[in-house]
């Protein structure tokens, strides 16, 4: 499961990377490295985007038995582009 969240937290930032820095709105837009499922649900992971003062935060949610409570959610953190 660990390595799924890697492959999306690694396309969104090749996503921003050539989309001036902004994560996309959906997990449905990473079409050159698309995201791949929730090996628990085997279905999308859920996908949260928020703007703060400082930047973006994505939040990656999973459906996980207890035993993994731990990583049910997992926050990526894009600081502001430098103007």
Request: net charge negative; no cysteine; hydrophobic share 35%.
């Amino acid at each position: 499961m660990i390595r799924s969240r890697l492959i999306v937290a690694e396309a969104l930032r090749l996503y921003a990377h050539s989309h001036q820095g902004r994560l996309p709105s959906s997990l449905d837009d990473l079409s050159d490295t698309p995201a791949p499922l929730d090996p628990f649900s085997d279905k999308p992971f859920g996908y949260l985007v928020e703007q703060t003062a400082d930047g973006q935060v994505a939040t990656l949610t999973s459906v996980t038995p207890d035993v993994y409570e731990s990583i049910k959610s997992f926050k990526i953190t894009l600081p502001k582009a430098s103007q």
